[in-house]
Every structure is written in C-alpha cells, then in structure tokens.
C-alpha cells in the first residue's frame, strides 16, 4: 500500500466501513425472510454473511431460487418485489441512525484534493437518499453508486469514463471488497472493527493484506508516520 496521500483517488465500501450497518442489513434480512419459516430466513442470514458485498437483488433471487425452491411450485410466501420492499422498510430507518466511522471527516479534511466514491452493495437510490439526509454526501465528489449494478460493473465504468484515477485504493470489509478490487487493479485495506467476515484473521494472513480497525486508526497510523 502506497502513502495514503499519494493516492488520487479512495473508493469506500459503505456498509462496515462508512456506516455500523451491518447487523442492521443482516437482522432486515432475517426479517423479510421469515414468512418462509426460520430455518429458511437463517439460510438466507447465513448466505448473506458469507456473500457480503453483494447486492440484496441476487441475494433475494438465490432464496427464492435455491434456498426455498418450492416457492416456483406455487409455496405461499412473499416474491421477490415484496422480499425487495420489506427489507428496504426494514433497513430505512437503522440507516439514518447508525454510527459513522470516526475519522472520515478529519481525513476528508486532510485530503481535499482526492478523488472519493462509495461503491457498495446496497441499493444506489437508498444510498443516496440516506447520504444526503444524513450531509455525507458531500464528502464523496466522485459520486455514490451501488446496486443493481455490482461492483464490478461499477469499477469498469468508473475506469472507463475518467472518474477513478490510478493510484486508487479501495477500503472494504467483505472478501468480495477485495476481489473487485484486486480484478480492478486496486490497491486493497482492509476495515475490521464492523465486518461480519468471520475468519477474516486467517483469510488476512493467506492473503496479505493491509489491515485496520477503522478509518480513523488508518488516519492515525497515516499520520503518526507522516504520511499525510
């Protein structure tokens, strides 16, 4: 990883890297689930965990799909548009009140001229709504984007159309983070104090990736060395 001053342009996760969203997100997965039974709404939970970083669009296709396939054989239970609404009025409020990471603004502060996004898994209209309701959203001058699109598909155009300039690093706390980022050619940190990655130490070593808690111990260990 290169001094986090050097670079031209910082891509964050939002959801246990922005915003303490992610047991929100997990819990409003659950919940919109259970009209199929909790055994089924704990697969999806467990399904969620393991994909973190992917949209809640195929999530919700793979429950109907593999987790409760009967459903395609007329099973009562909500579909997806409804799966879609309840977890959206689920996740609504939890957004607007949870924690933000402690550091951002001082590092927004100390690097104004750097190029920032959000590229996440959650829906971009909610994203953006949230962030701007919550006065977040200036913060991030190269824009808020998320799903339907993926990550990938994010990136790619991102990279084509100018908007992420080289060296860019991408700050996430799901290995799917770190797999978009590393197929974009990114350099990768990752967040751990909110993650739900459960064996994140071992998957950290085999891999050898930076690591921090929060933004704000990466801003002070930034800043302890100067590098800012």
Not at 155 to 180: C, H, M, T, V, W
Request: with cysteine; glycine share 8%.
């Amino acid at each position: 990883m290169n001094d986090i001053a050097l670079y031209k342009t910082l891509i964050f996760d939002c959801d246990g890297v922005i915003l303490d969203s992610n047991k929100i997100k997990t819990e409003a997965f659950y919940c919109a689930a259970l009209p199929y039974g909790e055994l089924a709404a704990q697969a999806l939970v467990d399904y969620h965990i393991t994909h973190g970083g992917i949209s809640r669009y195929k999530k919700f296709a793979f429950f109907l799909e593999d987790l409760v396939p009967n459903h395609a054989e007329g099973v009562q239970g909500p579909g997806l548009e409804e799966l879609l609404e309840s977890y959206a009025n689920f996740v609504k409020e939890g957004l607007l009140t949870c924690e933000v990471a402690e550091g951002l603004l001082e590092l927004r502060e100390i690097l104004p001229e750097t190029n920032w996004l959000i590229v996440s898994g959650g829906d971009q209209a909610e994203l953006r709504k949230v962030f701007a309701e919550r006065d977040l959203e200036g913060l991030f001058n190269g824009g808020i984007f998320g799903s339907p699109d993926t990550k990938d598909v994010i990136l790619s155009r991102e990279f084509s159309n100018g908007n992420i300039q080289l060296p860019a690093l991408f700050l996430g706390d799901s290995k799917y983070d770190y797999q978009a980022a590393i197929k974009a050619g990114l350099d990768f940190v990752f967040l751990y104090n909110w993650t739900e990655v459960k064996d994140w130490k071992e998957w950290q070593r085999q891999e050898d990736i930076f690591v921090f808690e929060n933004i704000a111990r990466l801003f002070r260990n930034s800043h302890a060395n100067n590098k800012l």
